[in-house]
């Protein structure tokens, strides 16, 4: 958009460029900054424009956004313009991430790279490397405490391991997923080390304060993230004699963005590891970037024209770049992550599902869906040009964020569900095999979340020490119902690494001190590759598991109708047991496939008749994607085995996936 006094300032900043900058080729830098200033420059002014000093910033920001673009190497500028001609790339039923700590699956990046064709092997093509940056010796939050944002924790190897891993993906065409820690640093950091030795630059740079008035009224209204292990939101720093806000760990300082040179450190960062490699950045704990007294501090409206600043710089430097949510926070809330515009996401174009995973859980516990159906009911619409991140589980804890209304709604009572549910995966509930732990249990509220790994939780760990074929069979149904679900639901499904062969809580954590308090390491697991051999072994644990999931990843690859344009409709079904939806594919709205899960222990019926389905779907010539077969059919009805699943195509157009 052409407005007259953000494009005089836009002439004033480019006649202010360094001399070195003005004689690069920046063409295709000036159209677009061209074409995004004026968003940046209304976003900027919304946030800094009352300080004296705001021409200085965004003169000082655009240089930074500048430098990285020449510094930005042809093959990734090659990128950058594939990428804005199919701009819609990654909606496309072809992706199928995996997380992973680097040091936990191959010892190190070294390590990662020399198991690349694992990936490919199972169908993985874009990886997400857990924190692996310069952090604390001690405890580091499973490096989310970093201590310099642009150097590789030497446990992890070096820059040039990871450069050479980067690329090697490039090659095979796997995407880079990194993390970039935006709301905080490590108080090993030098930010953090200068703000101690009383600079004043850098006390800025974070929230600190010299009594305990401001930190008091905060507190008022401030949840608490690790309440037994990191009570509060502040931190008393004895050499600065301050209290600093530290809302997740007390050795993590949160960053002070009402100041503007953090916002422009922090773009530096990203554009930085933009040109490291990375084709997606997950953008850590962006719920909470934002303080105000009198608010919980999450989701707050600055937080969200931060998110949109980001997302207008680095696609004027490096468009070809995506960015992440990670906002582990109220349905309703995670939604805006993708942008308060009217049709496209504008801050993140992906987001974690959450919802969804927290929901799949309480199927599992429950054996019936209600709540699942429910929840996915009410999940708000999501804009065009955006996509969920599907998982089932993650390096982090489960928490049980469904919204009480719909608890309500589907006739259970909020606080006991939830009580239930945490009983249930920690095995206190007498029909459970599960063997998680509860995490970040608050006395106060009564509030707890879940730690263990996903065999571990659906009962596979006791069924394989009680030798119980029957309860092995079962777990290893369920795991593959669940991943089922995310492969098919829109969107991205993002593996665990060690999920795929069965890996069980890892309880070594307990002998390291620095871990034995955040029992998340249960489910941070080492890869015990000779255990991973055994996916060769026919009928073993993890073949099944292997080979299972192998499957369903290239299947989902071969079906446009898994493509995520919001082509999803929830069907109403009777049987409470039952999850059933629609994909439509894209273009060719006739091509129908319909998803039925079974989240119960017996079989179960659905009547086709009540989906009104007939005419859209022709049930005698139904075939099933997931497993190559015909379906089980009995007078009219579908029969769906315990914790199975259908992908189901007509066959009329089976033969056009
Ligand atoms: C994110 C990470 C989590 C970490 C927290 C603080 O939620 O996923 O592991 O503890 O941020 O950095």
């Known amino acids: 958009m052409y407005e007259q006094v953000s494009h005089s300032l836009l002439n004033d900043i480019l006649d ?32 800094y424009g009352q300080r004296e000093d705001f021409q200085e910033q965004i003169i000082q920001l655009v240089e930074v956004m500048a430098r ?42 070294q390590g990662v790279r020399d198991h690349v064709p ?34 590789i924790n030497a446990r992890y190897g070096s820059m040039d391991d990871l450069l050479e891993l980067s690329a090697e993906l490039r090659r095979r065409e796997i995407l880079l997923v ?6 905080h640093t490590s108080d090993e950091h030098e930010w953090a080390e200068r703000a101690r030795q009383g600079e004043q630059k850098y006390q800025d740079y974070y929230y600190v304060f010299a009594n305990r008035d401001l930190p008091d009224m905060f ?31 007390s050795y993590q300082w949160d960053l002070n963005y009402s100041n503007p040179a953090v916002f422009i450190e922090m773009i530096d960062i990203l554009l930085f590891w933009a040109n490291r490699g990375a084709d997606v950045l997950r953008l850590d704990a962006v719920a909470f ?48 992550y993708f942008g308060e515009d009217a049709v496209i996401a504008k ?17 599992t516990a429950t054996k019936n869906a209600r709540l699942l159906n429910q929840g996915i009911r009410s999940l708000p619409h999501k804009l065009d040009r955006a996509t969920w991140l599907n998982y089932v589980r993650c390096h982090d804890d489960i928490g049980l964020g469904f919204d009480d209304e719909d608890i309500r709604r589907v006739g259970y009572e909020p606080i006991a569900h939830r009580r239930f549910l945490v009983d249930y995966f920690t095995g206190q509930y007498e029909d459970s095999d599960a063997r998680g732990q509860p995490f970040g249990r608050n006395e106060k509220t009564g509030d707890a979340r879940i ?32 991943h089922g679900m995310i492969l098919a639901f829109g969107g991205i499904p993002l593996l665990y690494y060690g999920d795929e062969i069965g890996t069980i809580n890892d309880r070594s954590f307990l002998e390291d001190l620095e871990k034995a308090n955040d029992n998340r390491w249960m489910h941070r697991p080492r890869i015990d590759w000779d255990k991973a051999e055994q996916r060769h072994r026919h009928g073993s644990v993890e073949q099944r598991l292997f080979d299972g999931l192998k499957k369903l990843i290239e299947i989902r690859k071969t079906i446009p109708a898994f493509a995520d344009y919001n082509n999803r409709e929830l069907l109403q079904v009777e049987n409470p047991h039952l999850f059933a939806f629609l994909r439509n594919h894209p273009e060719h709205l006739n091509e129908v496939i319909l998803v039925v899960a079974n989240f119960d222990a017996h079989p179960q019926y659905l009547n086709l008749d009540d989906l009104g389905l007939r005419g859209r779907f022709h049930f005698r010539q139904m075939h099933n994607l997931a497993g190559g077969s015909t379906p089980a059919l009995f007078k009219d009805q579908l029969v769906i085995s315990p914790f199975s699943f259908y992908w189901l195509s007509d066959q009329r157009s089976a033969g056009l996936i």
């Open 16 to 47: 202010a460029l360094t001399p070195e900058l003005q004689r690069q080729d920046l063409r295709y830098f000036y159209t677009r900054l061209g074409a995004n200033f004026y968003a940046i420059y209304s976003l900027f002014h919304h946030l």
């Open 68 to 109: 990285r673009y020449v510094e930005r190497s042809d093959e990734l500028l090659q990128t950058d313009h594939g990428r804005e001609k199919e701009h819609n790339w990654f909606l496309s039923q072809e992706w199928v991430a995996m997380a992973l700590y680097a040091d936990g699956f191959a010892e190190n990046l």
């Open 118 to 151: 694992y990936f490919q092997e199972l169908g993985v093509n874009m990886v997400h490397l857990m924190p692996m940056l310069k952090c604390p010796k001690g405890a580091s939050d499973g490096g989310y405490a970093v201590s310099d944002f642009r150097d």
């Open 178 to 183: 990194l993390d970039v820690v935006v709301n």
């Open 219 to 249: 507190e008022e209204t401030m949840p608490e993230i690790f309440p037994e292990t990191s009570p509060g939101n502040f931190t008393w720093d004895a050499r600065m004699q301050r209290w600093v806000m530290s809302v997740f760990n």
């Open 289 to 336: 970037l934002w303080k105000k007294v009198g608010t919980n501090c999450q989701n707050q409206r600055e937080a969200h024209l931060l998110l949109q600043l980001m997302k207008d710089c680095c696609q004027v430097t490096a468009p070809g770049v995506l960015f992440i949510a990670e906002a582990i926070v109220a349905p309703s809330e995670i939604i805006k």
């Open 347 to 363: 801050e993140c174009e992906i987001a974690y599902n959450a919802t969804f995973m927290a929901l799949l859980w309480d199927a």
């Open 451 to 482: 730690s263990g790994s996903l065999a571990s939780l659906v009962g596979l760990e006791t069924a394989v020490e009680r030798n119980d074929e029957a309860a092995i069979d079962r777990s290893i149904r369920q795991i593959l119902l669940l």
